[in-house]
């Protein structure tokens, strides 16, 4: 899972995006304001804070680098571009490795209590 947190007219925004099972979360001071399965390189959601300004923000993940960018923009106009620290990235990787290993021993022990 990634996460950016960032402020917009003192109200929290935080994004989070898993990089196992595709789903992206948009909260604005704790309450989702949007959310959707993705599973391509690029997405975009679109919200509103409480004073009715529009706001929107791209996640994109670099084919090369295979870093996730979030681009925060209000009413059409970029504020900022946020990338995760790399201590960051490396605890998601290995949450991620985790996650996938105990998966696969327990697919191979549903398996073999299958197994006459």
Known sequence: MVYFDYFINQQALKIEASNWCGLERVLLNGKVVSSKFNFTNQSQHNFELLNGQQCSLTLHLDPV????????????????????????????????????VISSLLVLLTMMLLMP
Do not use: D, G
């Open 65 to 100: 680098s295979q870093q996730l960018r979030c681009r925060i923009y209000k009413n059409q106009h970029l504020l900022t571009s946020l990338v995760p620290s790399a201590e960051h990235l490396k605890m998601s990787q290995k949450q991620t490795k985790q996650v996938m």
